[in-house]
Each structure stands twice: as C-alpha cells, then as structure tokens.
C-alpha cells in the first residue's frame, strides 16, 4: 500500500480539512467504510485496519490502510513500505504526534501509537515473519529495521454514555490523571530496572510517546477551554473568578508541558531524575488544577447537554 505523503509545513486552516488519503489507497478505504472492514482484489482476505495519523510537520489528518496482526492480544502494525529504503511516512507521524485513530471491521476508537524496542521488538518480529513471511523479505529488500507498533486502545476513564457536560469533564479528566499515573509508573519501573548501571540511560520509546499522547491531549483540552471559558463566564457570572484562576493555571501547567516535551527530544540524552522531578511537579499542579475545577463547574456543566442539540429549522 501507498503512503500519504506529510509534504506541506504549513497548519491547517480553522475549517479542518478532511484526512488526506493517496489515490491508489481512496478505493480501499472507501470499500473498508461501505462494508464493515472487507475488502476485495488482491486485499481479500487479508486483516486490515484503517490507521488515521496527524502530520509530523502539517498538523493534517491521513488514513492509511495497513495489514495488521494480534500477537498476546497486542494489535500491532509494521512499517514495512513495501521495502521501501525509509520509514514510511504514517511513521514518523506518530512519532510526532502519538493518538491515532484505528478503524478495525466496523469499530472506531483512538489509540497510543507505541514502537516495539530492543529484545521485545525482535522477539514480535520473529513472530510476524512466521507468520507473514514477506515481511521477512521487505526487512531485507529495504536493509533497516522495520518497526512494529502496537496500537494500544485509549480507554477512556469510566466511559460511557454521556449526557452532560459534566459528564465529559469528568470522562476526560479521568483519562488526563490516568495517562498521567501510567507515564510516572513507567518511568520509576525504567529508572528502576537501570539503577546502579553505571551508565547514562536516557529514556525509552514507551514513556516517551505515552508522555507525548498525555501532553498532547492536556494541550488540547486546556485550549479547548480556553475558547469556551469567557462565554460561560459571561453566562453565569458567578463564575467569573473561578474561570479566571483556571485560566491562569492553565499557563502554569502549559509551562510543564513544554519543559516535559523538550526532556523528550533525545532520549538517549534525556536526564531521567529532571523527567521525573517534571512528572512530579505536573501531578501536583494538574490534580490540583482538576480537582477545583470539577468543584467549581460541575453544577453548572451538569444543566448542559452534551452532545448539544442539532439546532432545528
């Protein structure tokens, strides 16, 4: 399968643009969507997902089609380019930018993108290629290492059905404090496993794009807020000075953000004990911050639906 090429470095307008698919892949994907993930030609048969990334540079939206493996219950996906000399583009995308989006048969949901390593890399490649042979040959064709990425599902803490705007505040926090938890876990297991080495250790692939997807979603949601906040200041007045202390603590976490994505630039360099002493700092502010806002919002967020009504002629 093709590759959709991330080539412009400019950002999306406002209006965002619908995901960018490759002509030879537009009759695939458009044959997935109509019948439930089958498709036919010389795909039949074949185990095939549709994986939407954001561009490393662009910021835009692609799908690609990708064949796809279970290996210990793992959904995982190999960037084999057909043997391809470089890593194909959805690859480095995700690199950048860690939530993507899976469509598997007739199911949609998002998921952290996170490359196999090391011995464990090696040891699922082994078994891909038992199992999939080619991939043995485009491993050899293209003389790199393929990556082999599990896509792991982002549970949504306590998701269910959602009525309310409270609803979505607490769904969403719930998943910002339990991505949080899951990265400081991570990286006191990393630095546990290296103590006393003697040797720097960096960080891996693992903390990294599950720090990457936490910092991406936090980002997202504060900005999110910061557009809606001053309308629902002015429609319930008694909010005016919580809203305005939440914004201010918005920069104060942003801060954090940007120095834990900077700690990340170069794992192989990146001082674990400052990463940590970061990790720290963000659980404090964030739980902090996300606490008084559900105490401040929720009876008012809870009177409003979600999702809002489709307006009527």
């Known amino acids: 399968m093709t590759d959709q ?12 643009p619908e995901p960018g698919v490759s002509p030879f892949n537009v009759p695939v994907v ?17 185990d095939l997902l549709l994986l939407t990334t954001t561009g490393a540079r662009s910021g835009r939206e692609y799908v690609n089609p990708l064949g796809y493996l279970r290996i210990d219950d793992r959904l995982l996906v190999v960037g084999s380019a057909g043997g391809a000399p470089r890593d194909p583009d959805w690859y480095r995308n995700l ?3 860690p939530m993507v989006v899976v469509e598997l048969g007739t199911e949609r949901f998002e998921a ?16 891909i290629v038992r ?9 050899l064709r293209s003389e790199r290492r393929l990556p082999v990425v599990e896509l792991q599902p982002a549970d949504l803490e306590g998701a269910g059905e959602v009525t309310n705007l409270a609803e979505k505040l607490f769904e969403v926090h719930g998943w910002l404090r339990g ?11 990393y ?10 250790v ?10 990457l997807a936490f910092c991406e979603s936090l980002h997202f949601h504060h900005s999110g807020e910061d557009g809606i906040f001053p309308g629902l200041a002015q429609g319930y007045p008694h909010l005016r000075e919580p809203i305005e202390r939440l914004i201010a603590e918005h920069r104060v976490v942003d801060r954090i953000r940007g120095e834990l994505e900077r700690l990340l630039e170069d794992l192989a360099t990146a001082d674990p004990d400052r990463f940590r002493a970061e990790l720290d700092r963000m659980s404090r502010e964030l739980h902090a911050h996300l606490d008084f806002e559900e105490k401040s919002l929720i009876p008012v967020l809870s009177q409003i639906p979600f999702p809002p009504p489709t307006p009527t002629e």
């Open 5 to 16: 090429t991330d080539q412009t470095a400019q950002p999306h307008p406002h209006a965002r």
């Open 191 to 200: 630095l546990a496993e290296h103590a006393g080495s003697g040797t720097p």
């Open 131 to 139: 199992r999939e042979p080619g991939f043995g040959d485009y491993e």
């Open 179 to 189: 991505q949080l938890d899951r990265v400081r876990d991570e990286a006191e297991t």
């Open 112 to 127: 952290v993108a996170v490359p196999a390593e090391g011995a464990e890399r090696d040891r699922l490649f082994e078994e």
């Open 95 to 97: 690199l950048a930018h």
């Open 202 to 211: 960096g960080l891996n692939l693992q903390i990294r794009q599950h720090c």
């Open 30 to 46: 458009e044959e997935f969507r109509a019948n439930g993930g089958h498709v036919g030609g010389m795909f039949e048969g074949g």
